[in-house]
Structure formats: C-alpha cells, structure tokens
C-alpha cells in the first residue's frame, strides 16, 4: 500500500541523509552531502567506506540498518502484499 511505501521511502532518506551527516561532522567528507555536482565524496569499496556505509558504484550505496532495528519500519505489510505475488513452493 502506498502509505506503508511512503513511510519506508522517508525512513530511508532520512537515515540515508543523516549518514553523510555524521560522516561530514566526524571529518571522513568535505560536507555532509554524498556528493557535490558530479563529485562523489565517498571512494569506492570497503576500503573508502565504513561498516554502515558502502559505495559499490558511482551513486549507488550499501546501508547497514543494523544499529537502527528500533526505528526501522514494519515491514510485515510489504511482506504480506509480495506472498501473493511470489509462486509457492
């Protein structure tokens, strides 16, 4: 449902955002943004990044949502909504 969609879209960016937020305020980026015009502040690989936060390619990031479980949205609903769309076993 739109709704549950909506609040995992703005759950996402929020964490997504906040990330680079700490990671501009603990000095590992040049601003709080991950990037700046076609600049991205983040190397690639593991070795640019952090166990929260990877770049795997140019824009596209991996999250850890692992210190977040309290604050994560419930995903039952979405769940729900994909069994009747996955064939059974």
Sequence with gaps: ???TL????????EYFHRCFQVLHENGHIKA???CIGKEY???LGA???F???VMRSP???????LDTLETVPDISKIV?????LLPKC
């Design 1 to 3: 449902d739109d709704l």
């Design 6 to 13: 909506d609040e995992w879209k703005q759950f996402a960016e």
């Design 32 to 34: 709080p943004l991950h």
């Design 41 to 43: 502040l983040m190397g």
């Design 47 to 49: 070795k640019y990044g």
């Design 51 to 53: 166990k929260e936060l």
């Design 59 to 65: 824009g596209r990031y991996e999250l850890s949502l």
């Design 80 to 84: 729900t909504t994909l069994e009747s």
